[in-house]
């Protein structure tokens, strides 16, 4: 692992004092680390892959990459994959830019709605009034529709 701690520091274009910093340990701990004197704490393993998004398997055992990719997800891909046209893909950004709290409020009424447990037919007899939404859910201000023409 003492290896691997190095070429990974060296990866990152840190110094021994740095990459200590960085996941608030000392420059000699590093450098008994990478000399092979000591071997870092389970603790300590897993602080330098989070703070470097390292593949913890790699830094171990040296299997698999040294950095973690991270997920990631391209509205614009998805798009694409499931040909949206641009009303759909105005809807997904519109909602995705209201504030936390009205997106759970709209996302709790459509999933009360079509929430079926017993035998997964969708009762539109179930669908909520206009009143019913105004008495369980806080209007939307109009700040959290960030300008948006909805009318």
Known sequence: ???RLKELRK?????QKAFAEKIGAKQNTIATYEMGRNNPSDPVIHS?????????????NGVGDM???PASFSLDEYAIANSLNKTEIS?????MELNPDTRQAIYNVFSNAFNDEEDDILKY???PTAAEIEANYSPI???DLKGK???
Do not use: S
């Not at 470097?52 to 830094?59: A, K, P, Q, R, Y």
């Not at 809807?91 to 909602?95: D, H, K, L, P, T």
């Open 67 to 69: 950095f973690i990719t």
């Open 48 to 60: 330098i892959c989070i703070a470097f998004g390292v593949n913890e398997n790699w830094l171990r």
């Open 141 to 143: 201000a109009a700040k």
């Open 149 to 151: 023409n909805i009318g």
């Open 125 to 127: 007899d179930e669908i």
């Open 91 to 95: 809807i997904i950004r519109g909602f």
């Open 1 to 3: 692992m003492n290896e």
């Open 11 to 15: 990866a990152l274009h840190l110094t």
